[in-house]
């Protein structure tokens, strides 16, 4: 077998050399991204063109390939970036195709070109097929939830049929019954699911869920074959089984002529080219392998054998397990439409690998393998859980019956059900309704009981979107699970309770004993779980569990749940001594382990007498009738029937009530409006004489608007007698303002000439009086100079008598010092070298202190002195002298030089005195300690 690896490449061959074909597979085509091929692209869709000699193959990329295989080529054509859903390559243009995408649009590329030819949108999910007519000219794509008619020439869409619940009609036609193909009755019932028929339009194919395979000829209408596959096949799509192998029957011959594909490398979708000589299979892998129909079998030439076969598993490939049933028929001829036709007889099979006919289910399944199945996972998958009930219920769907309730409409008991049964969901409320309508209108019991909306709303709610299974499934439960139910009715079945309190007496008589002496009684426990269905106190998982036990089991499993409940609760049940508490314990959910439960439920299915077992009293399940639904009159008719002829005669009091009070309201409706008339024909006579009175007053009010404007207009002439003559005297007033302004200006100009003469003689004036202003100035100045020249004299001799003075204070302090500078001399002699320092020290700090202060006393007292001798300063001393600065000015002032020349002399005088003194103390001190300092060291 040749793999040929497409990875990045964009054309090459399909396969390199041609070899012996093994197991007829003519090449392998993968595509990996990497060398190491660890990332393999999954190819998803195949389709032939019309030739058969090219394919077109699509990957999860969004790649589209070429193939063909006469030429042993492939290219890569088109990169849409999105995965293919379906393709179509059989158009009328053979070079265009056909793509669905995984964005919900179809695109139609040439294949030579590469160029998008047409875009169409429509669908609003995934597409799931797309079907060519044979002229080429139309087609067919099909999604979850319409499907819709393109023209290829115009790519418009011309018809598109929704698949939703409610269709509102497109187009109408009449059909004439033609034939009817023949089903056969006895066996497993099977629902069709694929459908194929031969090239020559002469054998129709169809299976279902099973491993039967119904052929019929076309021409004469009657059923020729039922090829039975092997026990392991379950489910078939033509003949490619859920297992991924496809097999090849020759349908003349009743013998597999070949199969392909193998559990390890199973086949998920298969396409055949039109003249037959090449399969193209998409396998789980995604690898796509090419197949030769000429080397997979050398059956297909040979003559068809007999009508009866049994094929047995062999040891060649081409011989299978799978058993084959014929028809033989006593007639050809068309099925006319009269309904006359002779039924063939079946070949009956044999019982080996077969189970009994009563524990066969519709759909292929068995009931014993399914109780097998329950016991060891405790539930169904939650995938098939509808479809199992389906086949342990037998649902008859009968869809004619059950529309013809429908069309009834509401009935009367349950038209204020939102009332008595209030629900969150408008949609499950009308489904409610329309489901207990339906009830009600089958049985007239169903109409008066009170429990029942408690009894169906789980499984409305659990079948919201299928009210035929809804009805069906409610149906059969209120059939079947159900008995003896109304026997009491409007009571509580004291005969059904009676049977879980005999069955709960003998497992748990101390807690049948704690509910006797409580007060509590198999109405209170047991009814509300059995009206209920357990839907109060169970979770959904739970619930659903529980009931994938009850439809497996005898009716009598449902009593067995409500005492195994009752039980597996009896440590809170024992605590509980008033009625409202168990009340409510019944009436809502409680933590309890589902599976104990279901546990308990089988041991006392199994352990409990047969004397006392409810299965003695209740009868086995059986289905409901096919086309038509049973009669069901298992209750008491004469009340049921009072009380609905007293809703009925309630319901007639109520419409005679109705049709009086309608008609009180159209008598008051008469009188009303007779009332509403005269009222308004008094308002109208009140809006006529409103109307006469206005107008009265329109017309006085015209009137006196007259004259208003007659008394204007004489206003208006006199007003313009008025303002005529006012323009004379204002014209008269001008004429004489003009002569006024006239001599006015001439005053003016004469005034403005005397201004000029005084403006000059002012300027002239001013000059003389700016001469003698600078005049002044120039004597001012000159004064200034010289008052500078005599401060400048007297300021040198100050500073030659500060000299003066300052030098005699320098001989005089040089005298002391040198006095002192002898006596101290002697004193060092004396004293300390240490105390010596110190008082030096001492001595220096405060002479220091003193001759800064004198000097800056004689510094201010000089500063006052001029520059003379002593004498001649006495002399000025005596002869103080005035400078009078401006003698021409009457106000000048006089400075008197020495002034306050003595009290500076007396400062002085008093200031060397104290520092004499000073000087002396200090002195003294000195001594006085030098003399201590010796006595000091003699001791």
Not at 150 to 164: A, P
Not at 236 to 243: A, I, K
Not at 436 to 457: K, M, N, V
Not at 617 to 639: A, K, S
Request: hydrophobic share 35%; charged share 25%.
């Amino acid at each position: 077998m040749q793999v040929t690896n497409v990875g990045s490449r964009e054309d090459g061959k399909i396969w390199h050399r041609r070899v012996t074909l093994k197991h007829g597979v003519l090449a392998t085509v993968v595509r990996s991204l990497s060398t190491r091929q660890t990332k393999t692209v999954r190819f998803l869709q195949v389709a032939f063109d019309s030739t058969g000699e090219s394919f077109l193959a699509g990957d999860q990329h969004g790649n589209v390939y070429l193939f063909e295989i006469g030429r042993n080529r492939f290219q890569l054509i088109q990169k849409t970036g999105q995965a293919s859903t379906a393709v179509a390559f059989n158009l009328r243009r053979p070079t265009e195709f056909l793509l669905a995408l995984a964005d919900y649009s179809i695109k139609c590329f040439d294949r030579d070109t590469r160029q998008l030819v047409s875009w169409m949108r429509g669908h609003e999910g995934p597409i799931s097929s797309l079907s060519i007519h044979s002229s080429g000219r139309y087609a067919i794509s099909t999604s979850s939830d319409a499907a819709q008619l393109w023209d290829l020439d115009t790519f418009q869409r011309k018809r598109k049929l929704n698949v939703r619940q409610s269709v509102g009609i497109q187009k109408s036609v009449t059909l004439f019954f033609k034939f009817q193909l023949p089903v056969p009755q006895d066996g497993p019932r099977i629902h069709y699911r694929a459908f194929a028929v031969s090239q020559d339009g002469k054998t129709l194919a169809a299976a279902g869920r099973s491993n039967l395979v119904h052929v019929w000829c076309l021409e004469s209408a009657q059923l020729v074959r039922v090829i039975q596959m092997p026990s392991n096949v379950k489910s078939t799509l033509g003949v490619l089984s859920q297992e991924g192998i496809m097999r090849f029957i020759n349908i003349s011959s009743c013998k597999q002529l070949f199969e392909i594909g193998t559990s390890d490398d199973a086949i998920t979708m298969a396409t055949v080219c039109p003249k037959g000589q090449h399969i193209v299979a998409v396998m789980d892998s995604g690898a796509l392998k090419i197949f030769e129909v000429r080397s997979l079998s050398t059956e297909i030439s040979k003559p068809p054998q007999p009508l009866l076969k049994q094929v047995l598993k062999g040891n060649s490939r081409n011989t299978s397990g799978f058993k084959i049933k014929e028809r033989t028929t006593a007639s050809r001829s068309r099925v006319k439409t009269s309904g006359r036709r002779t039924h063939p007889k079946v070949v009956p099979l044999t019982a080996s690998g077969l189970d009994g006919k009563e524990n066969d289910l519709p759909s292929g399944l068995n009931k014993r393998r399914l109780q097998a199945l329950l016991r060891a996972f405790g539930e169904y998958p939650a995938k098939y859980r509808m479809f199992i009930w389906r086949s342990l219920l037998r649902l008859p769907e009968n869809h004619a019956a059950f529309n013809s309730l429908i069309d009834k409409g509401l009935h009367s008991a349950y038209l204020c059900l939102q009332e008595l049964y209030p629900i969150k969901s408008h949609r499950l409320q009308r489904g409610l309704q329309r489901l207990l309508s339906a009830l009600a209108h089958w049985a007239p019991i169903f109409g008066e009981t009170d429990f029942l909306p408690r009894l169906a709303f789980p499984f409305v709610k659990l079948f919201q979107n299928n009210p035929l299974i809804c009805f069906e499934v409610v149906a059969t439960v209120i059939v079947n699970w159900c008995q003896h139910w109304f026997e009491y009715f409007p009571n509580p079945p004291l005969n059904v309770l009676s049977l879980a309190e005999n069955v709960l007496a003998h497992h748990d008589r101390e807690l049948l004993q704690h509910f006797v002496a409580c007060g509590v009684t198999s109405q209170l426990y047991a009814w509300p779980l059995l009206e209920t269905l357990f839907s109060e106190v169970l979770m959904r998982e739970e619930w659903l569990k529980l009931f994938d036990n009850i439809f497996s089991n005898h009716p009598s499993f449902l009593l067995m749940a409500v005492v195994a409940y009752v039980i597996c609760c009896r440590a809170p049940l024992l605590r509980c001594s008033n009625k409202k508490d168990f009340e409510y314990f019944f009436h809502h959910r409680n933590s309890l382990d589902i599976g104990a439960m279901l546990k308990e439920s089988y041991r006392l299915m199994y352990g409990t007498p047969a004397d006392i077992h409810p299965s003695s009293v209740l009868n086995d399940p059986e289905p409901l009738t096919q086309g038509q639904y049973p009669i069901f009159n298992n209750y008491p008719t004469f009340i049921v029937e009072y009380q609905s002829q007293e809703r009925k005669r309630i319901r007639q009091q109520e419409v005679e009530y109705l049709r009086e009070r309608q008609e009180v309201q159209k008598l008051h409706a008469e009188m009303v409006r007779q009332q509403a008339e005269f009222e308004a024909w008094c308002k109208q006579q009140e809006l006529l004489l409103q109307g006469e009175e206005q107008r009265r007053r329109i017309l006085q009010d015209e009137e006196k608007k007259l004259a208003q404007q007659r008394a204007r207009l004489a206003a208006m002439k006199r007003e313009l007698k008025m303002k005529e003559l006012s323009v004379v005297d204002s014209s008269r007033r001008r004429f004489l303002k003009h002569q006024q302004d006239q001599r006015r200006m001439q005053l003016k100009r004469l005034e403005d000439e005397i201004q000029r003469k005084m403006a000059l003689r002012d300027q002239e004036t001013a000059g003389a009086v700016q001469d003698i202003e600078m005049r002044q100035i120039e004597l001012d100045a000159q004064r200034r100079f010289f008052g500078q020249k005599l401060a400048k004299e007297q300021g040198r001799v100050d500073q030659e008598m500060r000299a003066e003075v300052d030098a005699r204070s320098r001989m005089a302090e040089m005298d002391m010092d040198l006095s002192q500078k002898n006596k101290f001399q002697w004193e060092d002699v004396v004293t300390k070298p240490s105390e010596c320092e110190e008082e030096t020290q001492w001595t220096s700090l405060i002479s220091q202190e003193a001759q800064d202060t004198e000097e800056g006393e004689v510094a201010d007292g000089d500063h006052q002195k001029g520059k003379r001798s002593p004498c001649s300063s006495r002399a000025l001393l005596q002869q103080p002298t005035s400078v009078s600065i401006n003698k021409e000015s009457e106000d000048s002032s006089c400075f008197s030089v020495d002034r306050g020349r003595g009290e500076l002399d007396s400062k002085e005088r008093d200031l060397l005195q104290e520092i004499r003194e000073l000087r002396m103390k200090l002195a003294a001190r000195a001594r006085a300690s030098n003399y201590t300092s010796p006595s000091n060291s003699s001791l």
